[in-house]
């Protein structure tokens, strides 16, 4: 049998207004660092939505169970 992989995905759409006019970078950091408040509180996955609240993408982690 195969193992299990760790994994880490983020998926980030960026073509809303959040992201113009050179606030891209900025708004995807932001959405970094929420995620790894997520992560720390335990947070294994969930939608993103950019600071003016529309849907953006979505984040998950993956750490399989050790047998």
């Known amino acids: 049998m195969a193992k ?5 995905r983020m998926k980030i759409e960026t073509d ?3 992201f113009d006019y050179g ?18 509180d335990g947070g294994t996955g969930g939608d993103l939505h950019d600071i003016n609240g529309n849907f953006v ?8 169970k050790e047998k």
Request: charged share 20%.
């Open 4 to 8: 299990r992989k760790n994994l880490f």
């Open 57 to 64: 993408g979505t984040w998950s982690l993956t750490f399989p």
């Open 16 to 18: 809303n207004a959040a």
């Open 23 to 40: 606030n891209g970078p900025g708004e995807v950091s932001r959405l970094l660092k929420e995620v790894q408040g997520l992560v720390l």
